[in-house]
């Protein structure tokens, strides 16, 4: 493989899924808006093609322009590009963008363990099929990696999670994003419309919840 990935490869997915975990990590249990339920996550194994191919070609259903970024990359929209899910396109588009420089995007490492974690959770990756996944994805050298975790960083965290009443996670994510200077969140949660410090994109409409519910319920 040579030393420079193109976007295909930094999000290829050649190899299905095989056994879906039972497992269930409430840290990271994000709510699907349709209405007001969370949804439903199957507990028994799902079965997904034997060969995908990222559909890079395709023209994007959606614009995003860099007049609102910098974009900060949430768990679940980086979890939801790397699947078979019929909605991914809503978050595979922005990927793209991010890996081809078209937008400035910041991804704290920490979130690529939680992706890992909803993918073998959720959508039925093998630990080591969302690994490979993921590294592949660390190749992206346009991206901004948000590698520090300093002290001020974790009490700010805290802070937006006491006041706001968001999960842990989530206001670390946005303490982030205010420390970096992000304008706007991608995400498929709406807790962070909670916070006023940047813009929050919650990029599935309620129809594709309702489709991604289907989906992972079947």
Known sequence: MSAKKTEKQLLSQRTAPTKFSTGWNSSLKKRLRTGGRR???PRESIRLPTSIETPFNEGRSNTMSNAGGPYLFDVGVIALAHTTAPVREAALSYVREAISGEIDAVVPYPALFGAHTVLTTYYGYSNADASRLLQNFLDAKRIHW??????DVVRGGFS???ERTVDGWDGYYAQVAIEEGVKTVLTIDDDFE????FDTEVILSPEQFAKLN?????
């Open 39 to 41: 949804c439903r996550l």
């Open 160 to 162: 937006q999670a006491g």
């Open 194 to 197: 909670r916070l006023d410090a």
């Open 214 to 218: 289907r989906f992972l319920e079947n």
């Open 146 to 151: 948000y590698d520090r975790m300093p002290e």
